[in-house]
């Protein structure tokens, strides 16, 4: 198999624990502790991060501290600051807190989209239409990024099109996104899959398309990032501990571990900035603050293999 | 990236639960239940298997059995039953047996070798010559596998060399075996080096190089089997509910678990000849034949994606 030439170049993470992980937990996380993961992330080397999301409070109490939590994140220096914006409401929130980026999610399933937003994907679109007008007129600098979740599958219509998925890329950079990342919110996709539509989403979208999203919720989570790794993505979403299961299915995995990812491409040789053993570190202390609440992941509990350890001194 | 013409031929995968599973653990499985665990595995559509290990009962008396154990799989119509055999003893045993096949573990770590066996990698080369000579002077129609074990690194020496892999892939070849496989069992290997190595070893073995054997210790295990099966693997080693952790990281995951090589392959359209649903209601089996014990493994609590199963009937 030929390995794509890029091999060597970098890998970046953004950590969104602090949005899709805390989202799907009962319990809110104080808001002190959201930073104080926020000050633990920047040390360990993360430079990306979705803070929280711009929803009204009483559907996701959780992150009504978005705006108290963007504005922490804004003092880390290098930090890149997202957060999630379902609408123009939510957009006018994001432009006001100064957040670097926001984050639009459009369900490709258009079932889930009905379920989960009361929107049809095209409705979306053309939401995306109005904040990218707004955004224009603030004269933000605030990028539109589009996640466009159950890219692989839903668990309500169960199949999704590839050739739908690939329509909306097309449609939402034609109504201003400035990037677009496909997502596998369900623990659907497959490594044959993954490679297949992100090829065909990055002859639509070139360098536009720039972020994997995906959950281990079946266990193929880290194959899947290694398998859009080799189709050129180079920018991946991950939760630290794993956290964001899905609540249908009790137990299972949620999102990929930060901590894993950054051992994935460590152990290949692909630098991401990551600084393992403070993720490491910081997982305990989110094990503490998230107590009765199931972690996942893996190498934290086996640790870096030897061929990854500079040798002891003499 | 360019998918291996061979995409839709189908995969096998060697249940060794049996014997790389128990033999990790502490406490003893009743023959009885040894049995009905083989009886429901090849009622799932499992084809090989590997039962048990030819070592004196004083060091694993978990595996005290294997005679009486081959002796039963043997009746179980299409199962090629192996054995594991660590010297000419074991394989005088074996043949004796009526197994269908030993796989005849060799360290590529020297360091392991010396640690495990107590013989050289070269010392163990020139067993399996004898071992050879006995097979062929009995007339018997046992096929001799080598299994190269610590080939992507080993927790004591760490880094294992490339080349040293691949002469010692060469030298068991040459000293009689018929197959040969990698295994990486420690949890070392990357998906890099798996394909790396894999098809270095495949110029080197040709079609006798049968069998990829991959440990989940660090969250790795599918995205490596991948990575294997891209390289042009057919065949691989698993452990149904994921046992076989290693004793030195304790709690975490052994090898990579049946049902979710059987999900992969599924999810990728690959027939793998392995009931889903069979292999879950067996695992639940054994986590009570086990109970006490860490299982692992992914899908069997999310459950298969509403993709891969069939419409509900009207």
Redesign the interface.
């Known amino acids: 198999?030929?390995?794509?030439p890029t091999?060597c170049t970098s890998v970046s993470v953004r950590e969104v624990g602090l949005r899709d992980g805390l989202q799907s937990l009962a319990r809110t996380l104080p808001t002190a502790q959201k930073i104080e993961w926020l000050r633990a992330l920047h040390a360990a080397g993360v430079r990306e991060a979705e803070v929280g999301s711009f929803v009204p409070a009483r559907l996701l109490p959780q992150l009504a501290d978005t705006a108290e939590v963007v504005a922490f994140a804004r003092t880390l220096p290098g930090l890149v600051t997202s957060a999630l914006v379902p609408n123009l409401k939510g957009a006018r929130a994001a432009l006001d807190s100064g957040a670097d980026a926001m984050l639009l999610p459009l369900s490709a399933s258009h079932a889930h989209s009905l379920a989960n937003l009361r929107k049809t994907p095209d409705e979306v679109v053309a939401e995306i239409g109005r904040i990218r007008a707004l955004r224009d007129a603030a004269g933000a600098r605030c990028l539109l990024e589009v996640g466009i979740s159950t890219a692989f599958?839903?668990?309500i219509q169960?199949?999704v099109d590839e050739a739908e998925v690939l329509r909306l890329v097309q449609a939402v950079l034609d109504a201003g996104a400035e990037r677009v990342g496909l997502a596998d919110t369900?623990?659907?996709a497959?490594?044959?899959?993954v490679?297949r539509l992100f090829?065909k989403a990055f002859v639509v979208a070139g360098d536009r398309l720039a972020c994997g999203h995906f959950h281990?919720?079946?266990?193929?989570g880290?194959?899947n990032?290694?398998?859009a790794w080799?189709?050129g993505v180079r920018r991946f979403d991950a939760c630290l501990g794993g956290i964001g299961g899905?609540p249908h299915?009790p137990?299972?995995?949620g999102n990929v571990?930060t901590e894993?990812l950054a051992?994935?491409f460590a152990?290949?040789?692909v630098p991401t900035g990551l600084d393992f053993d403070a993720l490491i570190a910081l997982r305990a202390r989110l094990a503490g603050w998230l107590e009765g609440e199931p972690l996942h992941?893996?190498?934290w509990?086996?640790?870096l293999?030897?061929?990854l350890r500079p040798p002891a001194r003499a």
């Not at 497959?190 to 899959?193: A, G, K, S």
């Open positions: 198999m030929a390995i794509n091999t599958g839903c668990t169960g199949r369900v623990g659907y497959d490594p044959l899959q490679a090829e281990d919720t079946r266990g193929l880290l194959a990032v290694y398998a080799q189709a899905c299915a137990g299972a995995s571990a894993d051992y994935l152990s290949m040789g992941g893996h190498v509990r086996a640790g293999p030897k061929t």
